[in-house]
């Protein structure tokens, strides 16, 4: 799981803008600690896409559960890439 916090933390970069994230962690809360909201979600995600190779996100497995924080975005990109 932590071998996606790179490949998270430059989607949540380019999603903020570029906002320096050296310090994130897989318990950096998204919307708490970084202020994402609902259109800076909507950006990650795209970004996500555009990182991980074979990453896609399914809106019918998406919850905002998982967009909790660096860990629980991390499980569900884990479980999407194992179902394709």
Do not use: W
């Not at 970069?13 to 998204?30: D, F, P, Q, V, Y």
């Not at 919307?31 to 019918?60: H, N, W, Y």
Request: charged share 25%; aromatic share 4%; net charge negative.
């Amino acid at each position: 799981m932590s071998v996606f916090i790179e490949k998270i933390s430059m989607a949540l970069s380019r999603a903020l803008h570029g906002k320096s994230l050296e310090n994130i962690t897989l318990k950096t809360k998204l919307r708490e600690d970084l202020g994402l909201d609902s259109i800076t979600s909507l950006t990650f995600l795209m970004a996500l896409e555009e990182v991980i190779d074979g990453f896609i996100v399914d809106p019918d497995t998406l919850n905002m559960d998982d967009l909790e924080c660096v860990q629980t975005i991390a499980r569900y990109v884990e479980c999407q890439l194992a179902r394709n």
